[in-house]
Nanobody, 124 residues
Framework: QVQLVESGGGMVQAGGSLRLSCAAS????????MGWLRQAPGKEREFVAG????????SYADSVKGRFTISRDNAKSTVYLQMNNLKPEDTAVYYC?????????????????WGQGTQVTVSS
Protein backbone atom coordinates (compact mmCIF):
# COMPACT_ATOMS: atom_id res chain seq x y z
CA GLN A 1 0.00 0.00 0.00
CA VAL A 2 1.42 3.33 -1.06
CA GLN A 3 1.64 5.98 1.64
CA LEU A 4 2.67 9.59 1.19
CA VAL A 5 3.10 11.86 4.19
CA GLU A 6 3.62 15.58 3.68
CA SER A 7 5.10 17.97 6.20
CA GLY A 8 6.45 21.49 6.37
CA GLY A 9 3.36 23.55 5.73
CA GLY A 10 2.41 26.54 7.83
CA MET A 11 1.72 30.23 7.86
CA VAL A 12 4.19 32.75 6.48
CA GLN A 13 4.19 36.38 5.41
CA ALA A 14 4.42 37.36 1.77
CA GLY A 15 8.01 37.17 0.59
CA GLY A 16 8.82 34.38 3.01
CA SER A 17 9.89 30.79 2.39
CA LEU A 18 8.77 27.29 3.28
CA ARG A 19 10.11 23.84 2.49
CA LEU A 20 7.67 21.00 2.06
CA SER A 21 8.70 17.36 2.40
CA CYS A 22 6.92 14.20 1.37
CA ALA A 23 8.01 10.79 2.62
CA ALA A 24 6.88 7.85 0.51
CA SER A 25 6.54 4.14 1.27
CA UNK A 26 4.94 1.07 -0.21
CA UNK A 27 6.35 1.43 -3.72
CA UNK A 28 9.80 1.49 -5.28
CA UNK A 29 10.20 5.24 -5.02
CA UNK A 30 12.98 5.56 -7.57
CA UNK A 31 10.83 4.08 -10.33
CA UNK A 32 8.17 6.80 -10.38
CA UNK A 33 7.90 10.46 -11.13
CA MET A 34 6.60 12.65 -8.35
CA GLY A 35 4.54 15.79 -8.29
CA TRP A 36 3.37 18.58 -6.04
CA LEU A 37 -0.13 19.85 -6.67
CA ARG A 38 -2.30 22.31 -4.76
CA GLN A 39 -5.90 23.23 -4.22
CA ALA A 40 -7.10 26.61 -3.05
CA PRO A 41 -10.59 27.13 -1.58
CA GLY A 42 -13.21 27.14 -4.29
CA LYS A 43 -10.72 26.20 -6.99
CA GLU A 44 -9.77 23.02 -8.80
CA ARG A 45 -6.66 21.09 -7.91
CA GLU A 46 -3.73 22.26 -10.03
CA PHE A 47 -0.24 21.11 -10.91
CA VAL A 48 2.60 22.99 -9.23
CA ALA A 49 5.80 21.05 -9.96
CA GLY A 50 6.95 17.61 -11.04
CA UNK A 51 10.18 15.63 -11.11
CA UNK A 52 11.05 12.51 -13.07
CA UNK A 53 12.09 9.29 -11.36
CA UNK A 54 15.81 10.00 -11.69
CA UNK A 55 15.43 13.66 -10.84
CA UNK A 56 16.86 14.69 -14.18
CA UNK A 57 13.72 16.34 -15.51
CA UNK A 58 11.60 18.90 -13.71
CA SER A 59 8.54 20.87 -14.70
CA TYR A 60 6.82 23.86 -13.13
CA ALA A 61 3.58 25.74 -13.47
CA ASP A 62 4.16 29.21 -14.91
CA SER A 63 2.86 30.78 -11.71
CA VAL A 64 5.71 29.34 -9.62
CA LYS A 65 8.65 29.29 -12.05
CA GLY A 66 11.69 30.97 -10.59
CA ARG A 67 10.28 30.82 -7.06
CA PHE A 68 9.73 27.11 -6.34
CA THR A 69 12.20 24.24 -6.68
CA ILE A 70 11.32 20.55 -6.61
CA SER A 71 13.93 17.94 -5.71
CA ARG A 72 14.08 14.35 -4.57
CA ASP A 73 16.31 12.03 -2.58
CA ASN A 74 15.73 8.49 -3.80
CA ALA A 75 17.84 7.02 -0.99
CA LYS A 76 15.40 8.56 1.50
CA SER A 77 12.25 8.05 -0.61
CA THR A 78 11.49 11.73 -0.13
CA VAL A 79 10.50 14.57 -2.43
CA TYR A 80 10.83 18.23 -1.51
CA LEU A 81 9.37 21.54 -2.60
CA GLN A 82 11.35 24.63 -1.72
CA MET A 83 9.08 27.66 -1.95
CA ASN A 84 10.62 31.12 -1.95
CA ASN A 85 9.14 34.60 -2.36
CA LEU A 86 5.73 33.30 -1.41
CA LYS A 87 2.66 35.26 -2.43
CA PRO A 88 -0.86 35.34 -0.96
CA GLU A 89 -2.11 33.57 -4.09
CA ASP A 90 0.07 30.58 -3.17
CA THR A 91 -2.26 29.90 -0.24
CA ALA A 92 -3.64 26.37 -0.68
CA VAL A 93 -3.48 22.80 0.52
CA TYR A 94 -0.41 21.25 -1.05
CA TYR A 95 -0.38 17.57 -1.97
CA CYS A 96 2.42 15.32 -3.09
CA UNK A 97 1.50 12.55 -5.48
CA UNK A 98 3.11 9.72 -7.38
CA UNK A 99 3.05 9.69 -11.16
CA UNK A 100 1.87 6.58 -13.00
CA UNK A 101 5.26 6.09 -14.67
CA UNK A 102 8.83 7.37 -14.51
CA UNK A 103 7.72 10.49 -16.35
CA UNK A 104 5.78 13.51 -15.19
CA UNK A 105 2.90 15.51 -16.56
CA UNK A 106 1.12 18.74 -15.79
CA UNK A 107 -2.17 16.85 -15.95
CA UNK A 108 -3.68 16.20 -12.53
CA UNK A 109 -5.02 12.82 -13.65
CA UNK A 110 -1.46 11.62 -14.34
CA UNK A 111 -0.96 11.14 -10.59
CA UNK A 112 -2.45 8.11 -8.92
CA UNK A 113 -1.54 8.11 -5.22
CA TRP A 114 -1.89 11.20 -3.04
CA GLY A 115 -0.87 12.33 0.40
CA GLN A 116 -3.27 13.88 2.88
CA GLY A 117 -2.11 17.41 2.10
CA THR A 118 -0.47 20.17 4.09
CA GLN A 119 -1.83 23.69 4.46
CA VAL A 120 0.23 26.65 3.28
CA THR A 121 -1.10 30.09 4.18
CA VAL A 122 0.60 33.27 2.97
CA SER A 123 -0.50 36.55 4.52
CA SER A 124 -0.07 39.91 2.85
Amino acid sequence: QVQLVESGGGMVQAGGSLRLSCAASGRTFSMYGMGWLRQAPGKEREFVAGISSSGGITSYADSVKGRFTISRDNAKSTVYLQMNNLKPEDTAVYYCATAKTTWISMRVEWYDYWGQGTQVTVSS
